[in-house]
């Protein structure tokens, strides 16, 4: 990330003066990291997201229509269905997306699935 | 001739396009006043937003975030009575009309109203002799049986020479209400052919076609009576008989053979002082 903070206070003595700054970083691809939760209300919807995956990441995310509760659709990266069972993780999600959203909220989660193997061999 | 959607549509129909925010499509129904818009997709329509749905939707989320997609429309040689009923049976305020899957216009519920209201006799509140034509056909189209009754008022232009035209209307409102109230349930569907003269076409044989006339006949001879202004009625009937369902070609050659069959038959029952006759 670069910060820049240019301080214009000698261009103009007497006049008003202006400050700008500028944060860049590196765009998020894909935006939407894991999880989106869309609610019912929310400014955009399921078909706005799908096109813009389809576009920035095609054949990543599952669009995932809901018919009831606040949420319209759920977007998942279609990876971490290798790790867990779609519904597992759709329960959870959800469960836990409506203890702080309404309808108006559209979210976006990082999830982290660590995986903990013991295996025992014979020596 | 059968009123056709594209005899009443708007057209062009005002569209919105998918990609559009439902903040613009917002504007587009204030500024035009109206309350659906037919959405397109590359010229092809795709779904209906309504104003309804504009109201429970944010402004920024694009029409296909909002829009109804599963579309009702119809073509636009479709009957005005066919999309009468596809309004009815939908709750639907409008209906996009298509042309070879490319929209053509769009009709509303008032449409229909305004049309019917135009095929509505304002003297007896009857459907008009075009009106009831047009049903005539959708029966036949739908291969029901069609019998078509035709009712002559006995002398009534003497009655307007004698009494006034005046006293002539009161008996053809009279007349009127009488075919009203006795074809509430839908088997029988009666309009004013043209002066004294009134038509009913029924899915019904022509044998209980003939019964129902000769019941209507004593109705308005009795109630004319009663009321100080008597009249009589001949009455005619064709059609109604009809051994299998066939498909007919020329719907309209066909009601106009049976009209003037029933005409005729009337003028047969005149001639014969009987109340009701069967064309052969």
């Known amino acids: 990330m670069v910060f820049l903070n240019l301080k214009l206070a000698n261009l103009n003595e007497t006049g008003r003066k202006a400050q700008i700054s500028i944060l860049l970083s590196e765009f998020e691809i894909p935006p939407i990291q894991d999880v989106l939760l869309i609610g019912r209300r929310a400014p955009i919807g399921p078909e706005a997201v799908q096109r813009m995956i389809d576009v920035l990441s095609p054949e990543q995310y599952e669009n995932i229509r809901l018919s009831d509760g606040p949420f319209e659709a759920v977007v998942i990266r279609k990876s971490l269905s290798r790790l867990i069972t779609r519904e597992k993780l759709l329960n959870i999600i959800l469960e836990e997306g409506c203890r702080i959203a309404n309808e108006t909220a559209v979210l976006k989660a990082q999830i982290n699935i660590v995986l903990n193997i013991n295996v025992e061999v014979d020596l | ?280």
Request: proline share 3%.
């Open chain 2, 1 to 280: 001739m059968m009123l056709k959607a594209s005899d009443v549509m708007s057209s062009p129909a005002i569209t919105a396009e998918i990609l559009d925010s439902v903040g613009k499509v917002a504007i587009i129904m204030e500024k035009y006043q109206i309350g659906g818009l037919p959405v397109l997709d590359k010229g092809k329509l795709c779904g209906i937003i309504t104003s309804r749905d504009v109201r429970r939707t944010h402004p920024n989320r694009i029409v296909a975030d909002a829009m109804c997609k599963n579309v009702v429309y119809v073509d636009k040689d479709a009957s005005l009575w066919d999309v009468k009923s596809i309004l009815e049976e939908k709750k639907l305020e409008r209906v996009p009309v298509l042309d070879n899957h490319k929209l053509v216009g769009i009709i509303t519920k008032t449409d229909i109203l305004v049309e019917i209201g135009r095929h509505t006799d304002p003297l007896t509140g009857l459907k008009t002799g075009s009106y009831i034509r047009a049903l005539a056909e959708n029966i036949l189209k739908d291969r029901n049986e069609l019998t078509v009754i035709f009712f002559d008022l006995n002398n009534f232009g003497h009655i307007n020479k004698t009494h006034g035209h005046v006293y002539g209307d009161r008996c053809l409102k009279i007349v009127g209400r009488i075919f009203a109230e006795n074809t509430s349930g839908g088997l029988y569907l009666p309009g004013r052919y043209a002066g004294d003269e009134f038509i009913v076409i029924t899915t019904e044989k022509k044998d209980n076609a003939g019964l129902w006339a000769d019941e209507i006949i004593k109705k308005i001879v009795n109630t004319t009576k009663n009321k100080g202004m008597p009249i009589s009625v001949a009455a005619g009937i064709a059609g109604g008989r009809r051994k299998d369902a066939r498909a007919e070609t020329h719907l309209s050659a066909t009601i106009d053979d049976l009209i003037n069959l029933a005409s005729l038959a009337s003028t047969s029952s005149k001639q014969n002082c009987v109340p009701v006759s069967f064309s052969n």
